[in-house]
C-alpha cells in the first residue's frame, strides 16, 4: 500500500518551482530543502528559478522529507486512479487533468508507512491543498480524491487534536453483497474493516459505525483480539481481528 497524495490540477495550470517557493514563505510547517538543479540545499541560497531542474523538489516538515514531483513546465503525471470521491463535482474524472505527486523522500526508504511518516505526508499535501488552481487532493492509499478545502479542513483538524478524515485519508466501499469495509486504513493500522451485510443494511448508520471505529483504530492501532463497543445508538457492538488476514470484522451484540 502506497504512501503517495496526489494534487490534481486543469491541464497546462500545474505549480512551478517558483509556485512551491512562494507557498514556502507563507507557510510555517515546510521550506525547501533541496532542489536538483542546482545540488544545493535551499540554506546556502540560489538564483530564484521557475523552470529550471527536473521537475521536482525535496520538502523538509517537521524533520521529515519528501519528493514533490510533476512540477511544470516539465512532464507531469496523469491523474491517478481512484473509486471514491468526497466533495467534488461530479464530472471531475471527465476533466483533462495533471497532476504533481507526493511521497517520502530517499531517506525515509523502509519507512514510507510509519505512522509518524503518514501522518506528516498527509498535513503536507493539505498545506499543498492551497496552491492556487487544485481542483482535487488525491491518497492514493483510498483511492480517493477530495475536493481541497474538505481535505484540508480534516486533516488539518485532525493533526491539531480533532477526529481522523475517514473520508479522504480512508474510504467506504460498498460490496456486492450488500458489506461495506474500509479502503486504506491499512496504510494507518495494518488491517482493513469488514461490516457484513446484516451490519450494513441501514447505510448511514453502518457508516457512522464505520467511521467511529476507524477513528478509535487510527489511535489505537493493529488489534490482535476481540474488542467489545457502544454504537452509535447505544447498541453493543463486536469487534475482532478474522484469523490469518488483515481483516477486522464487526458485528452487532453482546461477546
Known sequence: MMS??????RAGERPTLADIRALA????????????????????GVEERGDTGQGWVELLSS???????????HAGEGAPRFAN????????AERPLEAIT???GPHLAGGERMFPVVRCLAMLAARLAGLPGVEGVAWHAAEAISAPDFYARGVLAWVEGGPFPGLGLTALEEGADG?????????FTG???????DVAQDRADAAKLALRLINWLVEHGKI????????????PIGLEPVENSAILRVWRGSL
Open 4 to 9: 503517495a497524495a496526489s494534487l490534481l490540477f
Open 25 to 44: 514563505r507563507r507557510e510555517d510547517s515546510f521550506c525547501l530543502s533541496f532542489e536538483p538543479a542546482t545540488d544545493t540545499p535551499r540554506e546556502t
Open 63 to 73: 524533520g521529515l522529507t519528501f519528493h514533490l514531483s510533476g512540477l511544470a513546465p
Open 85 to 92: 470521491r468526497y466533495g467534488l463535482a461530479a464530472d471531475l
Open 102 to 104: 507526493l511521497v517520502p
Open 179 to 187: 458489506s461495506l469495509r474500509s479502503r486504506g486504513l491499512a496504510l
Open 191 to 197: 488491517q482493513e474493516l469488514y461490516l457484513p451485510a
Open 224 to 235: 490482535t483480539e476481540t474488542f467489545s463497543f457502544t454504537g452509535p445508538s447505544g447498541e
